[in-house]
């Protein structure tokens, strides 16, 4: 099974609406998470780390359910810059050893006018 | 402007080559990584690097090597020996390693093709 699951897409959706991702995790060690934002061809780049009382950055909320190993992000008021690939991301600790990150293959959105 | 700096940006090698990746920060982070990704997938842990003169295997190391002799810098070599090295690399950094809640911080990756 796959350390990080998310549904791949993609989301096609209008400006102004709402929508939902959501990911979840196997390893019930895993520390911390975090949403990515990847562009056509680009790099990641950090989103939003997400916190385990749930933490919203201007139209973008994310929240964490460790008794369930499920992460969401909530975007509202799309708008077309939200176009993206957003990855999930889980850092897994493994007993003494150092841990890692996992990233998941990604949830494509587009947004159209 | 601190940030991670990869280069070249397009590379392409021949058969049976070696060709070396280069990845440079100036965020004063301890902790390195390579991830390569291809289409359609996540990102795959390559190689890592938690202190200077250290570093780890991945998911994916062979066919690949790496050095840390500074701080600032961990190149990535693609060996010969690694067969299907088509496709995106990325660097990144984070602060006091992989077993601290800091998100890693990615340079503008090189995509590899063979020729």
């Known amino acids: 099974r796959k350390e990080v699951e998310q549904d791949p897409g993609p989301f096609n959706v209008p400006e102004g609406a709402t929508v939902a991702f959501n990911c979840t995790y196997s390893n019930s060690a895993s520390q911390s998470f975090f949403w990515y934002r990847q562009d056509c061809r680009k790099e990641p780049k950090l989103l939003m780390s997400?916190?385990?009382s749930g933490n919203e950055d201007g139209r973008f909320t994310a929240q964490l359910n460790r008794a369930s190993q499920y992460i969401s992000l909530l975007i509202r008021d799309s708008k077309l810059s939200d176009s993206a690939t957003y990855l999930c991301v889980v850092n897994v600790a493994r007993g003494s050893t150092l841990g890692r990150l996992y990233f998941g293959r990604g949830t494509q959105l587009t947004v159209w006018p | 402007d601190g940030g991670i700096t990869q280069s070249p940006k397009y590379l392409f090698r021949k058969e049976g080559q070696n060709v070396t990746l280069s990845c440079e920060q100036n965020?004063?982070?301890?902790?390195m990584y390579w991830y390569r990704q291809d289409p359609g997938q996540g990102l795959r842990l390559i190689y890592y690097s938690q202190i200077v003169n250290d570093f780890q295997k991945g998911d994916i190391a062979e066919g690949y090597s790496v050095s840390r002799e500074k701080k600032e810098s961990f190149p990535l070599t693609v060996t010969s020996a690694q067969k299907n090295p088509t496709a995106f690399y990325l660097c990144a950094s984070s602060d006091r390693g992989l077993n601290s809640n800091q998100p890693q911080h990615f340079g503008d990756g090189t995509r590899l093709s063979i020729l």
């Open positions: 997400v916190y385990s």
């Open positions: 965020l004063n982070h301890d902790a």
